[in-house]
């Protein structure tokens, strides 16, 4: 029997997020929450993470209603949720970080459950490189892995980093974070020298303007961004992006050149979605058919064809 | 006879740049001579503006040489040709301009020749926006007019521009520029408020981000930029794309929604061409071929299906 389960490694939170359009304390969040839930809504997902003891129970009920394995999630007694504080401003493109209490997250080391280890997908979102190392060597199966990072590790970590690239078959990344990790301007020569780190496919976030994939020295695709007429909060759109990428592809068992072209989509859609509420909000009550619908969608607005 | 010439109206200019990949010093430029020779790959261009005497003959001989009757190109006895002098830097998304000597151009006053004045096809270039008008008033046969504009305009002469706007079919319009005029920050809300002020097509052009066309309350079409491993010089980008747009259009004669998706293709194909060289450097030696390639390449990056 095929497993098209995915393993999602990363980040479990409470997060106190303020925007022009609200504002939400201490409210579910965490990258592998959100690329987690949005991986639901195609395959089963196996999530590890940590929180303390004052995580709500009911986040953990809503995870595990949502064909989510959360045994994976540890709960340190006495111990106190990873908690970020930001807000965003203006076009929302750029969050300000408040505040940064890791608390558990601070000693964090993943440890899969015997059952997560035959895992044929793995995202390793955005955690410490070194971390992400620990488990790969867990998942000796490990068919498809992609993995996340930020500018933080990419400065204080780069070796590491270097090694999981070496590593990955699969790397989300932003456009500002391309041009630190290689020096270069031009994202699309940079993203052609991440691909000889390792990365098959080097798939670049770029926010409200889309993605971009790149395999091997050019361009393979480029998705647009959905237009949205209303943000409400940023937080997790590059996790649902990856989470609804993963999650999609694992569906389907195939990974083509064309069918990571969907994964694509499908990631953009689950982001588009996410951005639309606070916290888990909007994917509390998204539907399947409000997925495919926006899928459907994105193919019309990128359509033209020559005339006849 | 159809006549499937388009008419453009705008600034011929010298220009003086300097980019991480080199300088030129007063160079051919000019919103009017990107379009009209964008356009002039597909259809024939009439084309109004000014110069003074120390303008080279070699460039009018050069625009006269590509479909482009140059007759509505005044020559200004004793005066000096408008000059603009900028850099770039970095990622090279925003000019920093050193120098505008308006020179000629200061009081340019567009009289259109008897026969430009039964164009069907109008791309009204960034001028004051009460220029616009002028030319609109000697237009009356046209079908299809777009316009372009500048955040000078916005704020120095915003009713001028309001009445401009009522009159165009088109408008191209960064999305600094949207923000500006309409004091929204979501492009897409703010796009749509500029479609109640007139034009059937809001065009926003977003530079590496490639372009979005707005028809009534939503989205119509996105597309992607072309992925360039290396940008020269950016002066005439969104220049040329209006050019290739509107010469798209005229040469084929159908301005349908389908078909005005291939003229925001062709449009970010010649500003993509654009940027590769300095000044005119590379319409000077772009062939039709290129242009239908870089097309279909445009189709290949953005295609996606649902899998079988």
Known sequence: M???SVLIVGSVALD????PHGKVERALGGAAVYSSVAASFFTPVRVVGVVGEDFPKEHLDFLASRKIDTKGIQTIPG???FHWAGSYEGDMNQANTKLTELNVFQSFSPELP???RTSKYVFLANIDPELQLKVLDQVPDAKLVACDT???WISSKKDSLLEVL???DIVFIN???VRQLTGIVNITRAASEIHKLGPKYVVVKKGEHGAVMYCGESICFAAASYPLTEVADPTGAGDSFAGGFMGYLASTGEVSDMNIRNAVIYGSTLASYNVQDFSLGMFKRLTKDQINQRYNEFRQIVHFEPMA
Do not use: I, L, P, W
Request: glycine letters at 4%; proline letters at 0%.
């Open 150 to 152: 930020m500018n933080f």
């Open 16 to 19: 106190t997020v303020e925007t």
């Open 166 to 168: 070496k590593r990955v």
């Open 114 to 116: 015997q059952d997560y």
């Open 2 to 4: 095929s497993d098209n």
């Open 175 to 177: 456009d500002a974070e």
């Open 79 to 81: 111990g106190k949720t």
